[in-house]
């Protein structure tokens, strides 16, 4: 009895010694060696070398973050002689990368297209959006119908009206060359306000936060106010329609509401 138990302690301290390396022949180091049958473990050295008790038959494995695992069956071969162990590195997928913009190679403009923020790029596409929509209101008449609320103050009360002023040039220019503006009906009226959130840049309100109804609001104000559809709608000029309502969106916004 008492010799067979000295041959098992024996037997049970047999040295299994090896190498670890990549693909690429690299010494490989901190890999953990555990040997499943006994629960035994080590790790490799930094010259990727380990040892760890085990005997014949015993399934060891190699685990290494970013590598594929490894196991080996003990043989008798392995425990006099060294165990040479080559672990695969896990290749690593690079996501496609979409480019939703046409580069134009111009390295200061393309990179404008990157990486805007996205309460901007948010508001960008709302205000596209309302462009591109239908008045959600008819147009009033006239300036009598419109709330005292959203009319404001009349700061030209007293003084000399500089919009009128240049109204009474462009009308005696007008005669002069034989044109004659005439005064919009509401279909017209409400066609021109829709052409101008189609064709005038109105970029300028998005900084604002505005809604559509507060667009709206301000473009009937601004068309009552400048008579912007009798001047501009059989002519129509994007750049001074453009002038006209950042001019008058200046003194708007002294006394109207802009935001809800």
């Given amino acids: 009895m008492f010799l067979i138990f000295l041959c098992n302690c024996v037997f049970s301290q047999e040295i299994v010694t090896g190498k670890i390396t990549d693909e690429n022949n690299i010494m490989l180091s901190s890999v953990l060696v555990v040997n499943i049958s006994t629960n035994k473990s080590s790790y490799s050295d930094i010259s990727g070398q380990f040892v760890i008790d085990a005997q014949e038959n015993d399934e060891v494995r190699f685990v290494k973050k970013g590598y594929y ?25 690079i996501p496609e990368v979409k480019i939703p913009h046409k580069l134009t190679g111009n390295l200061a403009n393309d990179s404008k297209l990157f990486d805007r923020p996205k309460k901007k790029v948010a508001l960008q596409s709302d205000m596209n959006k309302y462009m591109k929509s239908s008045l959600n209101r008819p147009l009033p008449l006239s300036s009598s119908v419109i709330p005292s609320s959203f009319r ?9 009206d500089a919009v009128k002023l240049l109204e009474g040039v462009a009308d005696l220019v007008g005669k002069a060359t034989g044109s004659k503006a005439t005064t919009p009906n509401y279909i017209e009226n409400q066609n021109f306000i829709n052409r101008i959130k189609l064709e005038v840049n109105l970029n300028f309100l998005a900084k604002y936060g505005m809604n559509i ?48």
């Fill in 152 to 160: 404001g103050h009349d700061f030209n009360a007293g003084q000399i």
């Fill in 69 to 93: 695992r490894s196991d080996t069956k003990i043989t008798k071969d392995n425990i006099k002689t060294l165990v040479n162990i080559s672990l695969l590195r896990i290749e690593t997928l």
């Fill in 213 to 260: 109804e507060n667009v709206d609001r301000f473009l009937v104000y601004a068309n009552d106010k400048l008579q912007l559809a009798k001047k501009y709608r059989k002519d129509f000029d994007e750049e001074l329609i453009e002038s006209e309502l950042k001019r008058i969106f200046k003194e708007y916004i002294k006394t109207n509401k802009i935001l809800d």
